[in-house]
């Protein structure tokens, strides 16, 4: 109770109304609203949502040489992974937050308005995540997945890495409590040049991981170079399986069955192979990631066609940030048409984000979450990769290149 107000006079001054959102009007040559095509309508927006995708009132913004595409989501990103390393142990977690900025700025301006991060150091995701939110970051919409859980394989005892199904569980909640939207467990070996399969989590250790996510009520993404820790992933129950090659038909069918999402993330050992000077790695890793890539390929080609989902993710590190949505152009060589490799990056990620409600597609109510780009994406999916043109979240315009 505010002193001297009466209760009635409180609940009026609660009860005022709020100045009106923001409204705004872009009037596009074509709408892809994830899945149906309008031409020659307008976008509307209230606040940082969609009000209305149809008719133009006066005075609506001109984009009439654009198509309209849902804000797209990177479902595997790593936005806290920077290359320097410039300060002492202590004040890492606050400088990575700080180098990460320009991270999350080139992803955003790629047309990526949401991702999913699998795994940070120190929290520094979480850090990230609600600073954007707050609006004082400029990037895209993060669901985090804080420490991502490893077996152990060294003498030292990290936050992450756990032995056996209780210690699995353990540091599964740990990140939970400390404020991740998501969980990633890593069930093989290979990373960066090291594109070795081997499977570190046993299933019972799996399985665990996937209870105590699921138990309270969040998703779980497991990555696997291999087959086996592919198999055991999606038999332990994951909600996606991260990277995975040389899959076999049963752990395919499997997938099929349980609608267990598919992120292979091809094109980030493209990243690798063309930067590998500049990463340090010797000339023959070239080789292992090269044939990495083909048998990347061709189990995504295998999987699409036998029906498995799939959403996209970059696995972007580093210097890679911008280059995110790439990932489609692999996922048109493994046999989507380009609305389908469209929608991987759009409905199916909001979908395996539990956020189909509110995100993926242009429609109302949904976040106006809004990419411009050059061109027909439905017919040349190079034109989402490479001719985005202006970028809108949340209602705001957060880069502009159309003049
Ligand atoms: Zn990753």
Known sequence: MIYGMSVRSLAALMLLPVAPAFAASYRFGTVWDGDQVQKNVCLNTQGDKIQSVGACPAGAIDMSRYTAIPGMIDVHTHLTYVQENPVSLAGRGAAVVYLSAANAKKTLEAGVTTVRDLGA??????????????????????????????????????????????????????????????????????????????ETFTFEEMKAAVDAAHA????????????????????????????????????????VQRKTWYVPTIDHNRYYADNYKMLGYPTQAVGGLNDYIARNLATATKAWRAGVRFAMGSDVVY???????????????????????????????????????????????????????????????????????WVMKGGEVVMDKTK
């Open 319 to 389: 210097t890679m940030f911008g280059e995110n949505t790439r990932e489609l152009g692999w996922f048109v060589k493994a046999g989507m048409t380009a609305g389908q490799a469209l929608k991987a990056a759009t409905v199916n990620g909001a979908e395996l984000l539990g956020q189909e409600k509110s995100l993926g597609m242009l429609r109302p109510g949904y976040f106006a979450d809004v990419v411009a780009v050059e061109g027909d994406p439905l017919a040349d999916v190079q034109v989402a990769i490479e001719k985005v043109r």
């Open 121 to 198: 150091q120190n929290y520094s995701d979480i850090a990230m995540r609600d600073l954007i939110n707050k609006g004082l970051m400029k990037g895209p919409r993060m669901f985090v997945a804080g420490y991502g859980v490893q077996v152990q394989r060294s003498t030292n005892v990290t936050p992450n890495t756990a032995t056996g199904p209780a210690e699995v569980m353990r540091v599964v909640r740990l990140q939970m409590f400390a404020g991740a939207d998501v969980i990633k467990m890593y069930g093989s070996t290979g990373s960066g040049q090291d594109v070795t399969q081997f």
């Open 216 to 255: 309270l009520g969040k998703r779980i993404a497991i990555h696997s170079y291999g087959p086996a820790g592919a198999r055991d992933a999606v038999r332990a129950g994951a909600d996606s399986l991260e990277h995975a090659t040389d899959m076999d038909d049963a752990t395919i069918a499997d997938m």
